[in-house]
């Protein structure tokens, strides 16, 4: 009898988790074709931002007309971050896979917004301490539209990860070099879109990467090795 409801509780406590992730997935979706609807036009020039370079020129001009697209897509890769951070935590380095956890996620969410907007905080006080205020800014806003874009990537990842290839390792190793290859590929072309400004500010510019962005990629592969 004990097996029985215990195996019972197991079945309803999966289908609990599997369905909170599809309203996430969901969730997703949604909030991706809201921000679609608002300007079809400057969409298409968003997914192919890594082909090239009009949607970073316009929004770094325009970014008070994109204000709901990027805030939308700002809570997308929020979102979606934070369920591929939780599916990963859910892998142990032996490839038992524990299964999506909602509680972990909503954990994960937490954690990923005040890593976001402490970041941001820091890179704001970084530029005004060192008089490049306008520069980080104009960084940050073209960074992260390749971080939109890849919350978008990512969404695709998280429903394969769960539906398609639950519990395999491999799978989960592939999205991981995908998304810090897509993420370095979006760092190195806003690089190269700025590299007057950056040979004008070089030692705070490579005090600000090496702290700001390549210490959290090496203490993320860190923390899953």
Not at 25 to 53: D, E, G
Not at 157 to 170: D, K
Not at 174 to 179: A, G, N, P, R
Request: charged share 10%; glycine share 2%.
């Amino acid at each position: 009898m004990y097996n029985i409801l215990h195996n019972l509780a197991l079945m309803i406590r999966e289908y609990i988790l599997f369905d909170g992730f599809t309203i996430i997935i969901l969730l997703n979706i949604i909030i991706v074709t809201i921000a679609k609807a608002l300007n079809n036009s400057i969409f298409k020039q968003f997914i192919f931002i890594y082909l090239n370079n009009s949607f970073l020129k316009f929004s770094t001009s325009n970014n008070s007309f994109l204000s709901s697209f990027n805030s939308l897509l700002n809570i997308n890769y929020l979102i979606s971050m934070s369920v591929y951070i939780s599916i990963l935590l859910s892998y142990s380095p032996s490839g038992t896979n524990n299964n999506f956890d909602i509680s972990i996620f909503f954990k994960t969410l937490f954690f990923v917004a005040v890593f976001i907007y402490t970041k941001y905080l820091f890179e704001i006080l970084v530029g005004w301490s060192f008089n490049i205020r306008k520069f980080i800014i104009a960084f940050n806003l073209q960074k992260n539209s390749f971080n939109k874009l890849i919350g978008i990537i990512i969404i695709l990842f998280n429903s394969l990860s769960i539906y398609s290839f639950p519990g395999s390792i491999t799978f989960i190793k592939i999205t991981i070099f995908f998304v810090i290859s897509l993420y370095l590929i979006g760092l190195y072309k806003v690089i190269r879109l700025n590299d007057n400004l950056i040979l004008s500010n070089m030692f705070y510019f490579i005090l600000y990467l090496c702290t700001l962005e390549i210490v959290p990629i090496l203490f993320f592969i860190n923390e899953l090795i």
